[in-house]
T-cell receptor, first 114, second 111 residues
Framework: NAGVTQTPKFRVLKTGQSMTLLCAQD?????MYWYRQDPGMGLRLIHY???????AKGEVPDGYNVSRLKKQNFLLGLESAAPSQTSVYFC?????????????FGQGTRLTVV | SQQGEEDPQALSIQEGENATMNCSYK?????LQWYRQNSGRGLVHLIL?????REKHSGRLRVTLDTSKKSSSLLITASRAADTASYFC???????????FGPGTRLSVLP
């Protein structure tokens, strides 16, 4: 059981370059999330999705776009990377029920923008 | 702004001692969850407590919730070196649509 898988695990970008981070989950979860984690800041929600074909903005959405074309995948895009986007990115997913809303996390993508 | 705030930011104890971490939040919630993160890894869910519950246990973990004070505490009893990690509380206002995490407490358990 793979759970939540993120690719790539590490990436170095030059300022202005673009890239897409892929998150895949095999638990048939309705909800998926993208967070960034910076030292001393905890996790901040970038975008989230409550189902296939739907996305919504989180706390820090600027500079990022997302897509949820398939239920199992949630893509995070950076169109023009900036040094301020250097961070560790985590994807998570969860069920859509009142009883079971714990989130399952991927192992993270460490992104450096130079 | 952050919904949850953990306190203290860092905690260092000896193996065998108990560790207590606190979380405060600002608005009403449906449930509150605690997660652990080992260095360089993803977060792992520990325990969930609902807004109508006051205390919950899971192994060596005890969580309390005081909705009148908008606060929660996580107690780890008989700590072990393997408990060394960062601990985060996450509040959930809308049944999983939008978890909001605090900055975390870094726990160091010394052998």
């Amino acid at each position: 059981n793979a759970g939540v898988t993120q690719t790539p695990k590490f990436r170095v970008l030059k300022t202005g370059q673009s890239m897409t981070l892929l998150c895949a989950q095999d638990m048939n979860h309705e909800y998926m999330y993208w967070y960034r984690q910076d030292p001393g800041m905890g996790l901040r929600l970038i975008h989230y999705s409550v189902g296939e074909g739907t996305t919504a903005k989180g706390e820090v959405p600027d500079g990022y776009n997302v897509s949820r074309l398939k239920k199992q995948n949630f893509l995070l895009g950076l169109e023009s990377a900036a040094p301020s986007q250097t961070s560790v990115y985590f994807c998570a997913s969860s069920y859509r029920t009142a009883l079971h809303t714990e989130a399952f996390f991927g192992q993270g993508t460490r992104l450096t923008v130079v | 702004s952050q919904q949850g705030e953990e306190d203290p930011q860092a905690l260092s104890i000896q193996e065998g001692e108990n560790a207590t971490m606190n979380c405060s939040y600002k608005t009403s919630i449906n449930n509150l969850q605690w997660y652990r993160q080992n260095s360089g890894r993803g977060l792992v869910h520990l325990i969930l407590i609902r807004s109508n519950e006051r205390e919950k246990h899971s192994g060596r973990l005890r969580v309390t919730l005081d909705t009148s004070k908008k606060s929660s505490s996580l107690l780890i009893t008989a700590s072990r070196a393997a408990d060394t990690a960062s601990y985060f509380c996450a509040t959930d206002k809308n049944y999983g649509q939008n978890f909001v995490f605090g900055p975390g407490t870094r726990l160091s358990v010394l052998p």
